[in-house]
């Protein structure tokens, strides 16, 4: 009888705590797509340091939802002495707040400097992050046990400004790397680059020629090194990973590159050759004061695409000499354009040869040429000209036969 009127109570609770949990989780659903809910992710929240010792330890900051949402980040109740603050990665700049795209982390430094003298032996430090609409906010904090001497942290450390660099095939990218011993003894070094077959990777010293494949490096020292490297001449445009190792005995630091190639820039021009377009000659006939069209091509012999290339000529006086088109948009690698071009001399010019400079260019390639143009007498004065020469021949040819005759 108790059961049966406990019945109609448990229906009827059922039925408001379902629409209740549906509720929160459309609730929920609608604040992570919304953009404002984040998580902050520290490495460590216990860590145990000595007196003057350095610490720092990445800090990512997840966006689950969909929209963009900027954090705002600061550190509360640190020690007196101590200096703490969050820094981007590469460069390093303390930072207060952070932007993260929809379903997307940032990752961030969190650097702590401890003062070289400390009266104590547990210490806290509070980091708190709040989104921008106060919608979610998160604190964290991180407990600093102290030793009385700072802790063998051990090993090597690469750092690197700028991790990524872009430029054509044929440029030579030249990375810095700060290459640290964080050890209590001096450590000889290997040094070396790997990086896609047919490539070429050179360790060298900052301003110096020297080629590296060791280095001793003195405890608590540091050395900036050049890494440069070079693509095949043929390497396609895109994206190449490139890798940095140095290894002393159990201790080994990698830094990750990469390499964007936007491709080469080159080009060949001048008058094609019948049957093969890039048997180009360099010299062409015009006749004493009209104009003559000369087919030009332009062939693009490089990897990446030429834009907006222009033309321009050095000329001798008199002359006139026009491109049509005046400018080339676009040309795709191995694609080749013609151009018309209208040469007329000057109405004095003496037959012979002569030479026009031909320019081309863009903001990533330029070509000269020149080019020789071989001027012809107009076809009434070669008629002149042979007729003269016919006549001093009979001239001769009379005065010899006279001569004979006495």
């Not at 640290?180 to 077959?197: F, H, I, M, R, W």
Request: proline residues 6%.
């Amino acid at each position: 009888m108790f059961t049966r009127f406990l019945k109609p109570f448990r229906l009827s609770l059922l039925g408001f705590i379902i629409p209740l949990i549906a509720l929160s989780v459309v609730t929920l659903s609608g604040a992570a797509q919304s953009g404002r809910a984040f998580n902050l992710i520290l490495s460590y929240t216990d860590v145990t340091v000595g007196p003057g010792q350095d610490f720092e330890m990445d800090v990512d900051v997840v966006n689950p939802g969909k929209e963009p949402v900027l954090v705002k980040l600061q550190t509360d109740s640190v020690p007196g002495g101590w200096e703490a603050a969050f820094h981007s990665r590469y460069p390093s700049f303390p930072v207060r707040s952070v932007m993260v795209e929809g379903e997307k982390s940032k990752t961030l430094e969190f650097k702590v400097k401890v003062p070289d003298k400390v009266d104590g032996k547990t210490f806290t430090i509070k980091v708190s992050a709040k989104d921008r609409r106060g919608g979610s906010a998160q604190s964290e904090t991180i407990t600093f046990r102290l030793v009385a001497k700072k802790v063998e942290t051990g090993g090597l450390k690469l750092e690197s400004q700028y991790p990524e660099l872009t430029g054509p095939t044929n440029q030579t990218f030249k990375f810095s790397v700060d290459l640290k011993n964080e050890t209590d003894k001096d450590l000889t070094t290997a040094v070396s680059g790997q990086a896609p077959s047919g490539w070429r990777v050179l360790v060298k010293p900052q301003f110096d020629d020297n080629i590296l494949s060791s280095i001793a490096l003195k405890k608590s020292a540091s050395q900036t090194l050049s890494v440069e490297i070079e693509a095949p001449t043929l390497a396609e445009a895109g994206e190449y990973p490139i890798s940095f190792t140095a290894l002393s005995g159990p201790f080994k630091a990698e830094k990750q590159f990469k390499v964007i190639l936007t491709g080469t820039y080159d080009f060949i021009m001048g008058v094609p050759t019948p049957g093969d377009r890039l048997a180009l000659r360099l010299n062409t006939s015009v006749k004493v004061g009209k104009k003559s069209d000369v087919d030009f091509v332009i062939v693009n012999t490089g990897t990446a695409p030429l834009l907006n290339l222009t033309f321009k000529s050095t000329k001798p006086e008199g002359w006139t000499l026009e491109f049509e088109p005046k400018k080339i948009d676009s040309l795709k690698p191995g694609d080749f354009r013609q151009i018309v071009t209208s040469i007329q001399t000057a109405d004095r010019t003496i037959a012979g040869d002569y030479l026009l400079n031909v320019t081309s260019k863009n903001p990533d390639a330029t070509k000269n040429i020149d080019f020789r143009v071989t001027v012809a007498p107009p076809t009434l004065w070669g008629w002149i000209g042979a007729l003269i020469v016919a006549l001093v021949i009979l001239g001769l040819s009379a005065v010899f036969y006279r001569l004979g005759r006495r």
